[in-house]
């Protein structure tokens, strides 16, 4: 049986902590609020790219929102799949806007392993608790997947480094520092190329959906006007130089 916890003695720590663990997530905060504004002002057009997508990601599944159909056991795995991406967008982008870097990089190799598990149910080749076949994934997608698996692993020392290190003025600077800043500091670059790579990843996700709205639903398939503003989103991030298109086709939907 379990001693009686000692209630006086957790009390009283709690009340001689409390003041620097407020200020522990104060400054994760602050400095949070600070690099998503940074953020969002780099974005540029990004962001109009991110509305249309997440709008026609949207529109596809309102349409089916309550409806029940019969289906094989691969059309409810690719369902919980399609949920697990979306329930996942909004804590990545915040991680990216925030500059949480290497938290956002774990959340961004989810998302490629998420697709390529969706192509391997479809094509009947998905390993029961076995990792996901990135080669599934297009080329350049899965070259992609090397360095955001370093990332989420914290494997390679000067990744880590990178995100955590500080070369700025000293003064005033939260906890300890010894070069290292125990906040999120905005890098331009790697933030346009994250959001940029999360777009895109929705992008392909919307062609997965539109292979099961076409076929495991009635008139659920993705609109003319829906399809157009996907091709606009894809011309804002090749605008922004965040996409090249070898193949100027769409991606079918």
Request: aromatic share 6%; glycine share 6%; proline share 3%.
């Amino acid at each position: 049986m379990t001693d009686a916890l000692n209630e006086e003695a957790i009390e009283r720590h709690k009340q001689e902590l409390i003041e620097q663990a407020a200020t522990l997530y104060a400054v994760q905060k602050v400095y949070g609020d600070q690099a998503k504004a940074k953020s969002m002002a780099v974005y540029g057009r990004l962001i109009d790219a991110h509305l249309l997508v997440t709008g026609v990601l949207a529109s596809g599944l309102l349409r089916i929102n309550g409806t029940v159909v019969e289906g094989e056991r691969t059309a409810f795995e690719r369902d919980a799949l399609f949920a697990a991406f979306v329930i996942g967008m909004a804590p990545c982008e915040t991680a990216i806007a925030e500059a949480r870097y290497l938290q956002a990089h774990a959340m961004l190799r989810q998302e490629l392993e998420i697709l390529a598990q969706l192509k391997a149910v479809r094509a009947n080749r998905r390993k029961l608790n076995g990792a996901p076949n990135i080669a599934a994934l297009e080329q350049s997608l899965a070259r992609l997947y090397g360095g955001l698996s370093a990332a989420a692993h914290v494997s390679q020392h000067d990744i880590v480094q990178s995100a955590t290190e500080w070369d700025g003025e000293m003064d005033g600077l939260p906890g300890p520092t010894n070069l290292t800043r125990y906040f999120p500091e905005t890098d331009e670059g790697l933030a346009r190329r994250s959001y940029a790579l999360h777009i895109y990843m929705v992008v392909r996700l919307i062609e997965e959906l539109s292979i099961d709205l076409a076929t495991r639903y009635d008139n659920a398939r993705f609109t003319e006007n829906e399809t157009e503003a996907l091709g606009l989103a894809i011309d804002l991030m090749v605008a922004e130089g965040m996409l090249e298109l070898v193949d100027p086709s769409l991606p079918e939907i």
